[in-house]
Each structure stands twice: as C-alpha cells, then as structure tokens.
C-alpha cells in the first residue's frame, strides 16, 4: 500500500512550456485534490475531483487543467508554463467528501524560468 | 485574503518549554484540523475539532476549537526537538465542505 505517490519529485521548466504532473492513490479513495505551496500562502486548492469523470476547480485554477478517468489516477497539467507557477505542487486523496482525514503525496518541486 | 490567519508564523523556543499556536478566522468552519509538515514532505494530519469547545489531546499536545467554531488553538507542553516542523491549520467550510481552507503555516523550531 504505497498512498498517494507524485512524480517527478523536481522539474524545471522554460517559461511556455507545458508538462503534466502525476498523481495516483492505491486506496480506493473517492476525492482528489492539487494543492500549490508557496512561501507564506499555505497550501491553496487547486483542482478537485469527487470521483471519476468529475472535476470542479479550487480557488486558483487558471493556468491548469485536471482529468480524472480512473479512481486512482488525478494528473495536472500545465498548459504553458509561467514563473508564476514556480511552486511545491501536493496530491491528496481521502475517502469520500464527509471524510476528515486527508492523505498528501510527497510534493513536486517546480520551477519555471 | 487569508481566511485563516496563523500566529506566530515563525516560533523558536529551547527544548521543555510550552508553547500555543493559534488559528484564527471571522469565518464559521464545520470542522478545523491541524497538520504538521516536515522538509520535503506533504503535511500529515494530526487531529480533527468539529464540535464547538471540543478539546482533544495528542500526548504533549492538546487542541481546542472555538466556542463558535472561528478558531482554534494547538498547544504543545514541554516541547522536544522532534516537534520541529510546519504546523497547518485547515477549515472544513459550512457550504462545500471538499474544500478545506489553509492557514499560512506556524514554522516551530525547538532547540536542544
């Protein structure tokens, strides 16, 4: 039972190049979240999904899009990357929406020049 | 704008001392949860308060939520070394409870 993984741990991009970060759970969990880090702000949703085949966007969405075809696969994609995007990306999962217990994946590091 | 404001956003207290970390809101939460963070890692929850008043204990920590369910308070008694690492607070909201509101993160440093 590994949890929530996310590779790769670190990428660097160049400023309009896109790439996709990926999340999976083994845990059969319903919901799935992205979460951005950024010194000072905490931790800021995102995209969400409450199973497959549905999404819905956080607070801060634009610059990304999200697509969930299987339970345990929630990737994120970047479209054209942007300094602003420079961030410590975080996957979680947890069991349904009435569920309080929120696992995170281990974080990707970004940075975009 | 915060929704959740953390106090102090940066703690470093020597090893035995006590020490609270408190999370505020003008904002009424169904639920409040705390997460510690270490180096290179995603946060890992510690507790969740959902009931008004409701205190919960952790070993050395103990954890209130707000009478009227705005705030809450992490207090951690005769700090250890090992209790380094970012502490974050996290609000269930009353409408759309999926999604939780973070606080901006207390960085707590205990020194031997």
């Known amino acids: 039972n590994a949890g929530v993984t996310q590779t790769p741990k670190f990428q660097v991009l160049k400023t309009g190049q896109s790439m996709t970060l990926q999340c999976a759970q083994d845990m059969n969990h319903e919901y799935m979240s992205w979460y951005r880090q950024d010194p000072g702000m905490g931790l800021r949703l995102i995209h969400y999904?409450?199973?497959?085949?549905?999404?819905d966007q956080g607070e801060v969405p634009n610059g990304y899009n999200v697509s969930r075809s299987t339970t345990e696969d929630f990737p994120l994609r970047l479209l054209s990357a942007a300094p602003s995007q420079t961030s410590v990306y975080f996957c979680?999962?947890?069991?349904?929406?009435?569920?309080?217990?929120?696992?995170f994946g281990p974080g990707t590091r970004l940075t975009v020049t | 704008t915060q929704l959740l404001e953390q106090s102090p956003q940066f703690l470093s207290i020597q090893e035995g001392e006590n020490l609270t970390v408190y999370c505020n809101s003008s904002s009424v939460f169904s639920s409040l949860q705390w997460y510690r963070q270490e180096p290179g890692e995603g946060p890992v929850l510690l507790v969740t308060?959902?009931?008004?008043?409701e205190v919960k204990k952790l070993k050395r920590l103990t954890f209130q939520f707000g009478d009227a369910r705005k705030d809450s308070s992490l207090h951690i008694t005769a700090a250890q070394p090992g209790d380094t690492g970012l502490y974050l607070c996290a609000g269930g909201r009353i409408q759309g409870a999926q999604k939780l509101v973070f606080g901006q993160g207390t960085r707590l440093t205990i020194n031997p």
């Open positions: 999904s409450v199973g497959a085949g549905i999404t």
């Open positions: 308060v959902v009931t008004g008043g």
């Open positions: 979680a999962s947890r069991t349904h929406l009435s569920s309080y217990e929120q696992y």
